[in-house]
């Protein structure tokens, strides 16, 4: 039990902390909370993914 409240802690610092500030998307428990970061979270290994994409096509094109 100790350990899910340290962790569920340690999410909701990272998600008050982590917010762009739109306000858009606001939590409104704990659970949003998680949530919200674990979609953060997947949205930045897609943009990642997407810009690694981009490098191997262009590496590609030059290397032609």
Same mark, same amino acid.
């Given at each position: 039990?100790?350990?899910? %409240?340290?962790?569920?802690? /340690?999410?909701?610092?990272?998600?008050?902390?982590?917010?762009?500030?739109?306000?858009? #998307?606001?939590?409104?428990?704990? %659970?949003?909370?998680?949530? /919200?970061?674990?979609?953060?979270?997947?949205?930045?290994?897609?943009?990642?993914?997407? #810009?690694?994409?981009?490098?191997?096509?262009?590496?590609?094109?030059?290397?032609?």
């Amino acid at each position: 039990y100790l350990v899910l %409240k340290v962790f569920v802690g /340690l999410l909701l610092g990272y998600y008050y902390h982590s917010d762009v500030g739109f306000g858009d #998307i606001v939590a409104a428990n704990p %659970k949003e909370a998680i949530i /919200l970061v674990v979609v953060e979270i997947v949205g930045c290994m897609a943009l990642a993914y997407n #810009i690694n994409r981009i490098g191997n096509m262009l590496q590609y094109m030059q290397e032609k």
